[in-house]
């Protein structure tokens, strides 16, 4: 496999662009993408079949609700995009954070504006919230290509 792009997502809009990884333009390293490389490039989806995007939306579906019930929250789905190949791969990653007090605080303070902002959502919320958010977004990300067969029905964000 020989990677052509990666994202680091997690459905945040705080501080999730990397500028390195937009000046990038002719490809030559290969820099970590964040949630607003994507939203503002120029596809900002990532299209895969309808039968991948269905299995992936199930694992996802099943481990965030398995790390919410652990109250962890703050973790991100890398992808590596191999343009050549035509293959994704996926991984959650940095599942390592649970909702502590000292989380609970900081969720707190930025919610009520002190420290900026500009009235977005704080990265840091309680782990439903951050599960809700984080398959909201990966809905958004990949987008399905019809196939000659039906399409899966998309899993509710709340379920």
Known sequence: MQLSRIYDLKGSERNRFNPLAASDVAGDRLEVHLDDNLRRS??????????????????????????????????SLIVGVDAEGRVLAVAIIDFIRQYTWDKQLETWVKSSGMLGGNGK????????????????????????????????????PDA
């Not at 299995?55 to 790390?67: I, M, P, Q, V």
């Not at 840091?124 to 000659?148: D, E, G, N």
């Open 42 to 75: 120029a596809t900002p989806t990532l299209f895969v079949d309808a039968r991948t995007r269905g299995e992936l939306e199930r694992a996802l579906w099943a481990d965030t609700a398995f790390l919410e019930g652990l109250g962890v929250m703050d973790y």
């Open 121 to 156: 959502e704080p990265t840091i919320i309680s782990p439903k919230q951050y599960m809700r958010r984080f398959r909201v977004a990966m809905q958004q990300y990949f987008t399905a290509v019809p196939a000659a067969a039906g399409t899966d029905v998309p899993l509710d």
